[in-house]
């Protein structure tokens, strides 16, 4: 009886037609859909579930594959149901190259998905892995202009395959890539300075530098603008276009950074005790342990006193820290010019003195 009935239902399915085709073969090729898009849906849950596991073992194309696999979105999936079981229902004519023009699409997009996975991930894992920042910064400007011009091919391949005239397109936006350079023309040039800076590398973040007047720490480098942290607190931001046409002083690249004082003494010392002030501060600079002594010289006849010129070097591992040195230095002179005895000169502080009474009316 059953089968009865279900030969009753094939053969009234048969007379309605649609399309040119039967309504049983319609049903056929929906039920051929969805058995062919769940099988797509088995397998890529399948080899998610087995890339995730590999990545779990430290090796990193398992990783790049499990991020692209997660970017295969159900949609494509679907176009590749429905082609594969439109294959014998649509006959060779205009709906045909249709549906080929619409998988080829899908593949075009699919697959730029798929490469901007594969740019993310490599993206991460350079940053994930590496300890640079500034080569961080590198990398993710690179893969900007990356993904930028893997979206640009595809995107004239899948126009060129729907027969738009690609080279007509280029010309146009040749002309309109020029309207609009000319339009963010400062835009475009703290974008290049920053790729000059990134990849030159002039400073690198946390480098104390000082670019014309402005001195501080490189706190971040835009793909627009530098951002320095001052010694006194606030944040000073540059573009990046002035910065590349500045003059900087990177001090984080000093091997040696060299001090320089000026003592003036009395001309009440002796020559003895002038004679032996060289050798006394040599002794000092050379016992701190963090300097490099490089010469002290009585250099001068001076109204305030006599010079002495005074130069040491902080060695390369105190260069951030000079300051701690020449205050220790300063102190270890002074303490034994006093123990020697010999003497500072002052320059005595000049008071300003009333004016006589005529003379202040006078200015009156």
């Not at 001076?302 to 010129?309: H, T, V």
Request: include cysteine.
């Amino acid at each position: 009886m059953i089968t009865y009935y279900w030969q009753q239902l094939g053969q009234q399915l048969a007379h309605y037609r649609f399309s040119g085709h039967s309504a049983l073969v319609w049903i056929a090729t929906i039920l051929v859909f969805g058995a062919i898009f769940a099988l797509l849906k088995a397998v890529l849950r399948t080899s998610q579930g087995i890339l995730r596991v590999a990545a779990q073992g430290g090796a990193a194309w398992p990783v790049f594959l499990d991020k692209a696999a997660r970017q295969t979105h159900s949609w494509f999936l679907a176009t590749l149901a429905a082609a594969a079981a439109c294959e014998r229902l649509t006959p060779p004519d205009l709906s045909r190259a249709l549906l080929g023009d619409i998988v080829v699409t899908a593949l075009f997009v699919q697959a730029a998905l798929w490469g901007h996975a594969f740019i993310q991930a490599g993206i991460d894992h350079y940053r994930a892995h590496s300890q640079d920042g500034e080569r961080s910064t590198v990398v993710v400007a690179v893969g900007l202009i990356a993904t930028i011009l893997l979206w640009l091919l595809l995107t004239l391949a899948a126009l060129s395959n729907l027969g738009v005239n690609v080279t007509a397109l280029l010309a146009g936006f040749g002309v309109g890539g020029v309207a609009l350079a000319l339009a963010v023309q400062s835009t475009l040039a703290d974008f290049l300075a920053s790729l000059w800076i990134l990849f030159d590398k002039p400073f690198v973040l946390g480098d104390p530098i000082a670019i014309d007047t402005y001195t501080g720490t490189v706190e971040r480098i835009g793909l627009r603008t530098t951002r320095l942290r001052s010694p006194s607190g606030e944040q000073i931001i540059i573009s990046n276009s002035d910065v590349v046409k500045s003059r900087m002083r990177n001090y984080k690249r000093m091997r040696e950074r060299t001090l320089m004082s000026t003592l003036y003494l009395t001309y009440e010392n002796s020559h003895e005790a002038l004679a032996r002030t060289t050798t006394l501060i040599e002794g000092i600079v050379q016992n701190d342990g963090r300097a490099r002594f490089l010469r002290a010289h009585f250099t001068d006849y001076q109204p305030q006193g006599l010079i002495f010129e005074v130069a040491y070097s902080v060695r390369e591992d105190y260069v951030d820290a000079y300051r701690d040195v020449q205050h220790a230095i300063n102190l270890a002179i002074f303490h034994a010019f006093y123990e020697q005895g010999i003497e500072f000169a002052h320059q005595p502080v000049a008071h300003t003195q009333p004016l006589p009474d005529p003379i202040a009316k006078e200015a009156s």
